[in-house]
């Protein structure tokens, strides 16, 4: 069975989006041990939603290439900005400080959304079912390392 190019370049870069959120999550681990808020799960949908913002924006301008004077980068950059203001304000304050989980996942969903919109279902795919796992796994891995290692208590 052939692979349709684009589908292949979608597998490619669905890889580079698990790689995207396992590094971000390194990064959050290393903020949830010292007691930051923002922990793993934050980090890794931040470096996810990153990812496929990038991912995006190369395979849409590829596939719309033959058509001159289209800019879809324009449009996706246009609602990067506007979802990251929709997602500032639904931080919400939780206690004594801001949780942004839920803002990191509207984004991260914006970029899926925008994804399927310009047809790159396997990537779509892939980017919620690891935004999926950043939510599900991420979300208790991150509570056994802070009983075990950092800040919180048992």
Same mark, same amino acid.
């Given at each position: 069975?052939?692979?349709?190019?684009?589908?292949?370049?979608?597998?490619?870069?669905? #890889?580079?989006? *698990?790689?995207? /959120?396992?590094?971000?999550?390194? =990064?959050?681990?290393?903020?949830?041990?010292? !007691? +930051?808020?923002?922990?793993?799960?934050?980090? /890794?949908?931040?470096? *996810? !939603?990153?990812?496929?913002?990038?991912?995006?924006?190369?395979? /849409? #301008?590829?596939?719309?290439?033959?058509?001159?004077?289209?800019?879809?980068?324009?449009?996706? !950059?246009?609602?990067?900005?506007?979802?990251?203001?929709?997602? #500032?304000?639904?931080?919400?304050? +939780?206690?004594?400080?801001?949780?942004?989980?839920?803002?990191?996942?509207?984004?991260?969903? /914006?970029?899926?959304?925008?994804?399927?919109?310009?047809? $790159?279902?396997?990537?779509?795919?892939?980017?919620?079912?690891?935004?999926? $796992?950043?939510?599900? =796994?991420?979300? @208790?891995?991150? @509570?056994?390392?802070?009983?075990?290692? !950092?800040?919180?208590? +048992?």
């Amino acid at each position: 069975m052939k692979i349709d190019p684009i589908s292949a370049l979608e597998i490619t870069y669905s #890889s580079r989006l *698990l790689v995207a /959120a396992l590094l971000g999550m390194a =990064v959050g681990l290393e903020r949830s041990l010292a !007691g +930051k808020h923002a922990g793993m799960r934050t980090y /890794a949908m931040v470096s *996810l !939603g990153s990812a496929l913002f990038v991912a995006l924006g190369t395979l /849409a #301008s590829y596939e719309l290439s033959i058509f001159s004077g289209i800019n879809p980068l324009a449009i996706a !950059g246009s609602v990067v900005v506007g979802i990251g203001f929709i997602g #500032s304000g639904l931080a919400a304050f +939780k206690g004594d400080h801001i949780e942004v989980t839920t803002a990191s996942g509207i984004w991260v969903v /914006a970029a899926v959304g925008m994804t399927a919109g310009f047809g $790159l279902y396997i990537l779509a795919v892939a980017g919620t079912v690891v935004s999926l $796992l950043i939510f599900s =796994v991420f979300s @208790r891995l991150e @509570r056994v390392m802070r009983i075990r290692y !950092g800040t919180e208590v +048992k």
